[in-house]
Each structure stands twice: as C-alpha cells, then as structure tokens.
C-alpha cells in the first residue's frame, strides 16, 4: 500500500500514467536477498514501464510538460488545479 510513484507520458498509448517506481515490497525483498541498504528511500525499486505494454516507450512526466494527445502545454486553472483531459 505505500510506495513512491512517477507520471510517465507512453508514446505508444498516448497517454499519462502514474506508475510505481519503488515499493517497501521491493524493500523487503532486497534486504531478504542480502542486498546492502543504499537506497535513497526506505523503499526498493520497481522497474517503470507503461501498465499496458512493457515494449511501449516511454518517458518522465512533470508539470508543466504537454498534453500526450494535442501536443500542447498543459494549463492550470483559475483554482490552481492542473487541467486534465478525458
């Protein structure tokens, strides 16, 4: 239940995903293997990949970035809330 995310943009779904990139699973499982402790995070890594195919390219996403669909900048409204599509 607890672990460190990344929005990535999938170039071959064309959309936005929040993805995991370290998990305490994965923490567990490194110092069960014997693994040392020299981790930024009391959590261990998780290979990123887009959710729907691990052979869709992919990259990091940070606001203020574009749109995956227009190519456009995304925007923040009024409210200060990132405007999103759907």
């Known amino acids: 239940m607890c672990c460190a995310t990344q929005t990535i943009l999938c170039f071959d ?3 936005l995903f929040d993805v995991e ?9 490194q110092l069960a ?3 040392p402790e020299e981790l930024e ?3 261990g890594p998780v290979p990123v990949h887009c959710p729907k ?11 203020p970035d ?5 190519g ?15």
């Not at 990139?21 to 499982?29: D, I, M, P, S, V």
């Not at 456009?72 to 759907?86: N, R, S």
Request: net charge positive; hydrophobic share 35%; proline share 8%.
């Open 13 to 15: 779904c064309r959309k």
């Open 21 to 29: 990139t370290h998990t305490l699973e994965a923490f567990g499982k």
């Open 33 to 35: 293997a014997g693994i």
């Open 41 to 43: 995070y009391p959590f």
């Open 53 to 63: 195919s691990k052979k869709h390219k992919w990259r990091p996403w940070n606001f």
């Open 66 to 70: 574009v749109c995956p669909k227009c």
């Open 72 to 86: 456009q900048p995304m925007e923040i409204a009024a409210e200060g809330k990132v405007i999103m599509w759907d």
